[in-house]
């Protein structure tokens, strides 16, 4: 580094090395989770054995003692391996379901769990599949004229329900308050939030509240409400919207309520079933509860007496029962765009706030976790939904770079109800920091296979193209450029100068679904060095994202190469764009 008194003032404040590869897999996503040979099969098995053994007590682990008392079942999914979903699964049955009087006592991929905010993902799901794009962008007092006539003058105490739209609900991002009344902690809400032993407000510093306290508003006076007798009872936002996202059950018994009356669907369920449970055959799922005992082939964890409770409007924000089968259906149709077309695929799963952290961001109904590799320093992005309330506790998790995700459903018993939480994030936490790093090792062993190797010009030997896999631990992994001649001059020499490096990666960037061909574009790996601050810093870091494939010649960009792809997976031919339909032969 330059020693100007800068550069020696904020030489400290250098952060480790993230690869700002271009965002994206490193890889085409593997195909193989479940053989033998697998290093995905291997770590799941590493996980479900450490499991067994801590909870058979044959070998006992104190950083799990938190799964003691809980039942729980977990399950991977793949887009290319259909034998993951059924296979690699983990079930528990805790003390209290074993003992259960109602329900199921033994859990399994067909056990129904509550799996409450998981919910809010499906919702905005449905709501993709059903309204228009435009409709995401309205104001809710254009869907609900009726509410046109609240008080907007004062914005610190009036939501400004004009600038207010789906899509900034679907996002955290409206500001409205996170609980309304009467789902919130008054004197209407026992049945739904209030704790099996109530206490007395003003022991704790309350006021004491009634429907005649001043300000009190409440139309909507249980579950069954109606849209606008809700909006009508929400009081105080805590944001101006789009400014600052925050967790809202509101935002998503909103956005059910703006579903129904764009479809015309009047319950929650109808536009459920209609969008997603229905054609993806998810027969063992609903937002509605069962109705009466025994509620055969449900996780009765809590108080069997409210399991019956309809959630009515607020379903859609956390009322889902489902199955660890039936979320492997749900996480495979997203990430195989099976409902919505491939570009709205990967629209959503993208994001549309940051949060206040680095690694954590917000998307339409997604929870975004950003996983940095340890090996090749790649980040990879999560895409999630965390459900949490009462006995129960999940997660949904799509990995769009390995067309990979993966469930947790934790249910508790009463007197264990809060060991819930901490036991599904240690659950996810011991799947992704394992499994991600074998999706690593098992995308690059197949491209290896798949894709390494020298590739010759018919006819001729003076024009080959040489690819190498780079697996030693830092920024140069990948499918590397080793040599490309063509008619004898050293084609790659001049790819590298033009990209200021002697080391080109490949990465992955396009894919017929018909032919099979999948286009690559060549990336530079430059060193990150030292950089003094946050600006040059993105100048050392993303060379991909500038760089973008720059150079074009007779308008074929320099640096994408097509592959000719068997059904097997493995590459027989290389086409480099820019030489125009020339095909190199895979040779043996
Ligand atoms: C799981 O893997 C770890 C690390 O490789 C190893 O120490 C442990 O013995 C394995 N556990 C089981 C149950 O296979
Ligand atoms: C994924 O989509 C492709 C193309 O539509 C289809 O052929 C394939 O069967 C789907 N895979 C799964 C697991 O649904
Ligand atoms: C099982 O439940 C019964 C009542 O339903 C109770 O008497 C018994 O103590 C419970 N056993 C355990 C091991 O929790
Ligand atoms: C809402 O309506 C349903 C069906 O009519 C009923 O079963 C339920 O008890 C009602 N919920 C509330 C909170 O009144
Ligand atoms: C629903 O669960 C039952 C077992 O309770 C099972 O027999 C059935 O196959 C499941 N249906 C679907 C579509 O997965
Ligand atoms: C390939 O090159 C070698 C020398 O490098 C030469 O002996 C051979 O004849 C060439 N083969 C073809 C098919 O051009
Ligand atoms: C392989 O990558 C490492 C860093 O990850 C780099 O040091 C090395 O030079 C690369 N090797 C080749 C042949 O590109």
Not at 71 to 100: C, E, M, R
Not at 160 to 178: E, H, N
Not at 464 to 481: E, F, R
Request: some cysteine; charged content about 15%; proline content about 6%.
């Amino acid at each position: 580094m330059r020693s100007s008194p800068l550069s020696v003032a904020v030489a400290s404040l250098c952060l480790p090395a993230v690869l700002a590869r271009v965002l994206g897999p490193l890889n085409p996503a593997p195909v193989d989770l479940t053989s033998d040979d697998s290093c995905v099969r291997s770590k799941w098995e590493n996980i479900t054995s450490t499991l067994e053994d801590h909870l058979t007590n044959t070998e006992h682990n104190e950083a799990l003692s938190v799964l003691d008392s809980i039942t729980f079942s977990l399950g991977l999914f793949s887009v290319h391996d259909p034998k993951a979903a059924g296979s690699l699964q983990y079930h528990h049955t805790g003390p209290d379901i074993k003992n259960s009087s109602f329900g199921v006592n033994k859990v399994d991929g067909n056990s129904i769990y509550r799996v409450a905010s998981m919910t809010k993902v499906v919702t905005v799901y449905a709501g993709l599949l059903l309204l228009n794009p435009s409709d995401w962008h309205k104001p809710l007092t254009d869907i609900f004229p009726e509410i046109a006539s609240l008080p907007k003058d004062d914005p610190v105490h009036h939501i400004q329900w004009d600038t207010i739209t789906p899509f900034s609900l679907s996002s955290q991002i409206s500001g409205v308050p996170a609980n309304a009344r009467p789902f919130d902690a008054g004197e209407l809400s026992t049945a739904l939030y209030l704790s099996d032993d109530p206490v007395d407000p003003t022991t704790l510093g309350l006021p004491p509240l009634t429907l005649d306290s001043t300000g009190i508003n409440v139309p909507c006076q249980d579950a069954n409400c109606s849209g606008v007798q809700y909006l009508e009872g929400i009081q105080s936002p805590t944001f101006p919207v789009f400014q600052s996202p925050g967790y809202a059950n509101t935002n998503f018994i909103l956005l059910g309520r703006v579903i129904s009356k764009l479809t015309g669907l009047p319950t929650n369920e109808e536009w459920f079933q209609k969008a997603v449970f229905g054609p993806l055959d998810m027969a063992n799922t609903s937002s509605l509860s069962p109705t009466k005992p025994p509620y055969a082939g449900y996780v009765v964890g809590g108080d069997p007496e409210t399991f019956a409770f309809q959630g009515g409007i607020t379903t859609s924000s956390g009322g889902v029962f489902t199955t660890t089968n039936d979320i492997a259906k749900l996480g495979i149709s997203m990430l195989n765009s099976t409902l919505l077309p491939v570009d709205q695929t990967r629209k959503w799963m993208k994001p549309t706030s940051f949060t206040a952290s680095f690694d954590f961001a917000l998307g339409m109904g997604w929870e975004i976790y950003r996983y940095t590799d340890k090996v090749t320093g790649h980040v990879t992005d999560l895409y999630t939904k965390l459900g949490d309330a009462g006995n129960y506790a999940s997660y949904l998790v799509v990995v769009p770079d390995y067309d990979f995700g993966f469930s947790v459903i934790v249910t508790s018993g009463i007197a264990t109800a809060t060991e819930r939480s901490a036991a599904a994030h240690l659950l996810a936490d011991l799947i992704s920091e394992t499994i991600l790093p074998a999706l690593r090792d098992q995308a690059a062993k197949e491209t290896k296979r798949n894709y390494e190797g020298t590739y010759v010009s018919a006819g001729q030997n003076t024009s080959t193209l040489t690819l190498a896999y780079n697996q030693t631990a830092g920024d140069g992994y990948g499918l590397t450029i080793t040599s490309l001649i063509n008619n004898g001059k050293n084609l790659l020499r001049f790819l590298q100068a033009t990209q200021g490096t002697n080391q080109l990666v490949l990465a992955p960037s396009m894919i017929d679904p018909k032919t099979k061909q999948r286009g690559f574009v060549a990336t530079p790996v430059i060193p990150v060095g030292e950089y003094t601050g946050l600006f040059s810093k993105m100048f050392a870091t993303n060379s991909d994202w500038l760089n973008n494939n720059g150079l074009t010649y007779g308008g074929q960009a320099l640096d994408t190469f097509y592959f000719n792809v068997a059904d097997d997976g493995s590459a027989v031919a290389a086409l480099p764009a820019v030489l125009r339909g020339k095909s190199f032969k895979k040779s043996a």
